[in-house]
Nanobody
C-alpha cells in the first residue's frame, strides 16, 4: 500500500490561495490515479478533484471548478492541489487519496488515505 502525507494547509483570508502537497512513499506512484477529498465538521467527506495516472485527465467537484487545480509530478511522487479564490465554505480537513492500481481516475475509488491537512478560510 502507498503511504501518503499531506502538507500546505493553514489559515488564509477569503479570496486568498493555498497550495496543498501530497507526498507518496513507494515506487509505484504512477500506477495510481489520485484524488483530493475534504471534510468539514459535521459533514460527510466529499470528493474535490481527481487526476489520472499520467496526469492527463482531471475531474473537479462543481463547488471548486474554476478555482482549484489538481496536478501531479510522478518524478517526485507528489500530487498537488492549487486552491485559488478561497471561500469560507472551503474550510475543511483536506485528504489525499490513492485510487486502485491501474484503474481510471473516474469514477474514483479511494484505497489509501493520508492523515489530512487543515485548511481554514476566514471571512
Amino acid at each position: 500500500q502507498v503511504q501518503l502525507v499531506e502538507s500546505g494547509g493553514g489559515l488564509v483570508q477569503a479570496g486568498g490561495s493555498l497550495r496543498l502537497s501530497c507526498a507518496a512513499s513507494g515506487r509505484t506512484f504512477s500506477t495510481y490515479a489520485m484524488g483530493w477529498f475534504r471534510q468539514a465538521p459535521g459533514k460527510e467527506r466529499e470528493l474535490v478533484a481527481t487526476i489520472s495516472r499520467s496526469g492527463g485527465v482531471t475531474h473537479y467537484a462543481d463547488s471548486v471548478k474554476g478555482r482549484f487545480t489538481i496536478s501531479r509530478d510522478n518524478s517526485k511522487n507528489t500530487v498537488y492541489l492549487q486552491m485559488n479564490s478561497l471561500k469560507a465554505e472551503d474550510t475543511a480537513a483536506y485528504y489525499c487519496a490513492a485510487g486502485q492500481p491501474y484503474r481510471s481516475s473516474w469514477p474514483f475509488t479511494p484505497v489509501d488515505w493520508g492523515q489530512g491537512t487543515q485548511v481554514t478560510v476566514s471571512s
